[in-house]
């Protein structure tokens, strides 16, 4: 990984609502400079132009992107970039640092655990003149991915792909244990008593399936198939009682023992892919998103196959894996849009980006890229996105500012509760204070 060298804020920033904002915060035709930017650029344009790119991701991702980077640079000779990328350990707060040297990247990737609050506070590029003029072309998008990334109806990121929020399970262990296989659309509580079945097959060896009632995922979808919603505007979408009814869902599970241990769960509450139950051998199923079963795969000696959460496919939405947004201080914007556009837009760059990061946005760039995939896991993840294209309910609004220690508090809530240290009633009592604190500040 290289080193960026500071690159100046744009003048006029207000530099300490900048830090104070990353402080503690958790790439069809098309390729050619589109030339200045929305706003001017503090440079003249007809020279050498050096780009600081900044995403998380592993190895392949990194490659990927490089190479795609490097296909801009040949269509675009004088643009080259200098890139950075790390783990998501520690990225938000890596940006925080990169601010504090004053040099924030040019553009980076974000998820939308952040969106909303980078966009309120100013820090990434308002791209909504770029989308009208069609510089920044988002039609080939599907509406509810392109409206993800709009916060109070302006564009400031581009989604990078599309994900879903799915179950991965291992399909030889319930060939071993002749059980059926678990299906799209199954209701919440058919899905609690088939990972009790598989428990009782199993001889207790292995539990049916992970525990998710810390899982924002999992809680929005499930709130969103009985009309809810996770937010509305700056406040929770929903009360104690509902949380509550979430919360003894569980508890019927754990009665049952479709659940593991609270240590194990605790153990893959952390996101780490190499401590997902389902590749460790500890549950049959765990909730993931849809492109990281390649990933899940390759640490699984057993196959893998992926359907959608329990409850009604509606409640799903095109949803961002994350998004490419440019830094508002930038020197050259245009030229970060027009990346923007080529790594969204472009055939070749889409073919070389692959699944790594899900389904590429662009859905006329998807299908091309999709006839090129040979791997199995990264087959089945395609399949998986195109077979609930049509199924797709409206996508919410990002997730407003507080989201990220609103999923803190509930992981700490449903942690508690599995621990016994709490009761279900007192820890929603609990989570509910603390969460609308949480977003009022």
Not at 114 to 128: F, P
Not at 137 to 157: C, E, K, M, W
Not at 315 to 325: L, N, T, V
Not at 350 to 379: C, H, M, P, Y
Request: aromatic share 8%; charged share 20%; glycine share 12%.
């Amino acid at each position: 990984m290289r080193a960026q060298s500071p690159v100046p804020p744009r003048p006029g920033l207000d530099r300490r609502r900048l830090l104070g904002a990353l402080t503690g915060l958790p790439l069809l035709a098309g390729g050619g400079l589109a030339g200045c930017g929305r706003d001017e650029e503090t440079q003249v344009d007809d020279g050498p132009i050096e780009l600081s790119v900044f995403w998380w991701g592993g190895k392949r991702r990194a490659e990927a992107t490089g190479k795609a980077l490097r296909l801009y640079s040949q269509q675009n000779p004088r643009v080259r970039f200098r890139v950075t990328w790390q783990g998501l350990a520690g990225y938000y707060d890596r940006l925080a640092t990169q601010a504090t040297g004053g040099n924030v990247p040019d553009l980076f990737q974000i998820d939308d655990t952040v969106l909303t609050e980078y966009a309120q506070r100013e820090i990434v590029l308002d791209l909504s003149g770029y989308v009208a003029d069609k510089r920044l072309d988002v039609s080939g998008l599907p509406a509810g991915l392109a409206r993800y990334g709009q916060v109070d109806d302006r564009t400031v990121a581009v989604a990078a792909a599309q994900t879903g929020a799915a179950l991965v399970f291992n399909r030889d262990l319930l060939r071993r244990l002749r059980v059926p296989e678990p299906r799209t659309g199954m209701p919440w509580r058919d899905y609690v008593e088939w990972a009790a079945r598989v428990t009782r097959a199993s001889g207790g060896r292995v539990a049916g399936t992970m525990d998710p009632s810390g899982d924002y995922r999992a809680l929005w979808l499930w709130l969103r198939g009985q009309g809810g919603e996770l937010y509305r505007g700056r406040q929770l979408g929903f009360g104690g009682a509902e949380l509550l009814d979430w919360f003894e869902l569980w508890e019927v599970a754990r009665t049952r023992r479709a659940t593991p241990s609270a240590a194990l769960v605790e153990q893959a509450d952390t996101g780490d892919l190499a401590h997902q139950l389902v590749v460790t051998g500890h549950t049959a199923a765990s909730v993931a998103w849809s492109h990281q079963l390649a990933e899940l795969q390759r640490y699984s000696g057993d196959d893998l196959g992926i359907v959608s959460l329990p409850g009604t496919p509606a409640a799903q939405w095109a949803r961002a894996s994350m998004y490419w947004a440019a830094f508002r201080g930038t020197r050259h914007p245009g030229v970060v849009v027009d990346v923007i556009n080529f790594l969204t837009t472009n055939v070749a760059a889409g073919r070389i980006l692959g699944v790594e990061r899900g389904l590429n946005a662009s859905a006329a760039v998807r299908r091309f890229v999709a006839d090129g995939i040979t791997d199995r896991a990264q087959k089945r993840v395609v399949a998986f996105g195109t077979a609930l294209d049509d199924l797709l309910g409206p996508a919410p609004a990002p997730p407003p500012k507080g989201h990220a220690k609103v999923r803190t508090l509930l992981i700490a809530a449903a942690e508690s509760i599995r621990s016994g240290r709490s009761g279900a009633r007192a820890a929603t009592s609990r989570f509910i204070a603390q969460a609308n604190a949480a977003l009022a500040e």
